[in-house]
Structures are given as C-alpha cells and as structure tokens.
Nanobody, 123 residues
C-alpha cells in the first residue's frame, strides 16, 4: 500500500499564491510519475501538472506560466507552487502517484490518490 498525504490548501485572494505538498509513503520501490489534479464542483477531474521520474513536466494550458511542479525524490514528495491565482482555480486538488511497490517479495504496480485538499480563490 502506498499512501499519499497532501497539505497546503486554503483560502487566498485572487493574485495570491499557495504551495501544495504531497508526500508518498509505504513500501515504494520506484515512483514513475506524480501529478496534481483538480476538480471543481460539477466538473470532471482534470490534470493540472505532472512530473516523471526523469524530471519531465507537463502542465494544463490554463496554468502554464503560473504554476510550477517540482519534487524531492529523497522524500518521495511533490510540490505545486501556484502563483497569480484566479477564482477559476478554485477546486479540490488531489495528488496522484504511479510506480512500483513491494508486495511481500514481488514488485507490483500502484496508482494511488491522496484525499484531496481544498483551494479557494476569492475575487
């Protein structure tokens, strides 16, 4: 089992900044990629940003230039720095991690989600 614990959400005024963190724990062998997704009320969950084990990043078009994803591989932690926040960024942000974990003596793939953290941007 791989657990993800997120932190850093909250209420901020438009134009402000927030930094989200997501730490993975468990019998992790390798994390292939970690990412942040968000879901606003009445909408589907969409990818915000992701980062691979090689450091390659991918961003949704509407956050490019404002959000930055980074990671600390020694801590199995991914961060999302969100600047110039807009009211339309309001959503529940969830962390995802994919990779391989030990199950007894064999490696099995995992695809885990965090519990989500609320980000609210007021106008």
């Amino acid at each position: 089992q791989v657990q993800l614990v997120e932190s850093g959400g909250g209420l901020v005024q438009a134009g402000g900044s927030l930094r989200l963190s997501c730490a993975a724990s468990g019998s992790i062998f390798l994390i292939d990629a970690m990412g942040w997704y968000r879901q606003a009320p009445g909408k589907q969950r969409d990818l915000v940003a992701s980062i691979t084990s090689l450091g390659s990043t991918n961003y949704a078009e509407d956050v490019k230039g404002r959000f930055t994803i980074s990671r600390d591989t020694t801590k199995n932690t991914v961060y999302l720095q969100m600047n110039s926040l807009k009211p339309e960024d309001t959503a529940v942000y969830s962390c995802n991690a994919r990779g391989s974990t030990w199950e007894k003596v064999r490696l099995v793939p995992f695809d885990s989600w965090g519990q989500g953290t609320q980000v609210t941007v007021s106008s």
